[in-house]
């Protein structure tokens, strides 16, 4: 399977405890991107990340958020003391280009956060 | 404000029927997708437009970027059941934001047998 793979599919967690959501891009992939999609709404982009590099987090917010793309292994969106407005699918993407470069998004399945 | 708007924002329509999907802003794009999203799963690309005035087909679907790349449009002939899904429409605003997607809030669309 050579997809974005996100782990875990469903992910429960009390007000106050950390979220931890993980991707694998595709292979070959080293720009990966991460949105998060309300019900009924479209995609909010949150952060676009090269291999140990931060290149635009302007759709993360300011606190409790924070995401990781390191050298090896998956990115990592870390949410701490969640709340119940953070409950929602969160989707990686990846593509193989930067920017610049008109290049398809590829999706993974989502992880979807309840908080309760 | 909503960068991208999309409408309708539902359609229920019997198999058979066309229709036609409108994506629209203000801004001038660069590019613009259009992915087709299925319940529990993740967005899948169907096309990519780059010029104004572009037209692709996708067996059933004819896929139109305006001429001032503020627009798009999507069209279904004969639709089927399996046609149903989440459709959204993605911008890219410049040259240097190529991936970087603004999505619009998408098209529920339902075909009945």
């Known amino acids: 399977n050579a997809g974005v793979m996100q782990n875990p599919r469903h992910l429960v967690r009390r007000r106050g405890q950390e979220a931890r959501l993980r991707c694998s891009p595709m292979?070959?992939?080293?720009?990966v991107y991460w949105y998060r999609q309300l019900p009924e709404e479209g995609l909010k982009f949150m952060v676009y990340?090269?291999?140990?590099?931060?290149?635009?987090e302007s759709g993360m917010p300011k606190e409790r958020f924070s995401a990781e793309f390191p050298k090896e292994g998956p990115s990592i969106l870390r949410i701490q003391q969640v709340v119940r407005g953070d409950s929602a699918a969160y989707f990686c993407?990846?593509?193989?280009?930067?920017?610049?470069?008109?290049?398809?998004?590829?999706f993974g399945n989502g992880t979807r956060l309840t908080v309760t | 404000t909503q960068l991208l708007e999309q409408s309708p924002q539902f359609l229920s329509i019997q198999e058979g029927e066309n229709l036609t999907v409108y994506c629209n802003s203000s801004?001038?794009?660069?590019?613009l997708q259009w992915y087709r999203q299925e319940p529990g799963e993740g967005p899948v690309l169907l096309v990519t437009?780059?010029?104004?005035?572009e037209v692709k087909k996708l067996k059933r679907l004819t896929f139109q970027f305006g001429d001032a790349r503020k627009d798009s449009s999507l069209h279904i002939t004969a639709a089927q059941p399996g046609d149903t899904g989440l459709y959204l429409c993605?911008?890219?605003?410049?040259?240097?934001?190529?991936?970087?997607?603004?999505f619009g809030e998408g098209t529920q669309l339902t075909v009945n047998p």
């Open positions: 993407a990846s593509s193989p280009t930067p920017p610049g470069m008109v290049s398809p998004l590829h």
């Open positions: 801004s001038v794009f660069s590019s």
């Open positions: 292979k070959g992939h080293s720009h």
């Open positions: 993605a911008g890219a605003l410049g040259e240097t934001s190529g991936s970087r997607l603004t």
């Open positions: 437009v780059v010029t104004g005035g």
């Open positions: 990340l090269q291999k140990e590099n931060i290149i635009d």
